[in-house]
């Protein structure tokens, strides 16, 4: 959704839709990687978290948000490495 995002013409109640989902999923991510004790991605994904949140919005223009969707998807690439790592069992 984010890549499609950075297409101009969409309208806007795709935006609204992609704040709803990029809010609960990052929420969720925030989440997982507190039980993985990974505080770091705890505050990136709370940050980003906020960022896209459908209630109190933040009101940026087309420009910025592209820049944001485009930083978005890399840490959501970076993540996917990151926090898929599982522990050695003992």
């Given at each position: 959704?984010?890549?499609?995002?950075l297409?101009?013409?969409?309208?806007?109640?795709?935006?609204?839709?992609?704040?709803?989902?990029?809010?609960?999923?990052f929420?969720?991510?925030?989440?997982?990687?507190?039980?993985?004790?990974?505080?770091?991605?705890?505050?990136?994904?709370?940050?980003i978290?906020?960022?896209?949140?459908?209630?109190?919005?933040?009101?940026?223009?087309?420009?910025?948000?592209?820049?944001?969707?485009i930083?978005?998807?890399?840490?959501?690439?970076?993540?996917?490495?990151?926090?898929?790592?599982?522990?050695?069992q003992?």
């Open positions: 959704m984010l890549i499609w995002a297409y101009p013409d969409n309208p806007y109640g795709y935006y609204i839709l992609l704040r709803w989902i990029c809010c609960g999923i929420a969720y991510l925030a989440v997982q990687a507190q039980k993985e004790e990974k505080e770091n991605w705890v505050w990136t994904f709370g940050i978290a906020v960022i896209y949140n459908p209630i109190f919005r933040i009101h940026l223009n087309r420009d910025l948000w592209s820049i944001i969707n930083i978005t998807i890399g840490i959501a690439v970076a993540s996917f490495f990151v926090l898929n790592k599982r522990k050695p003992t």
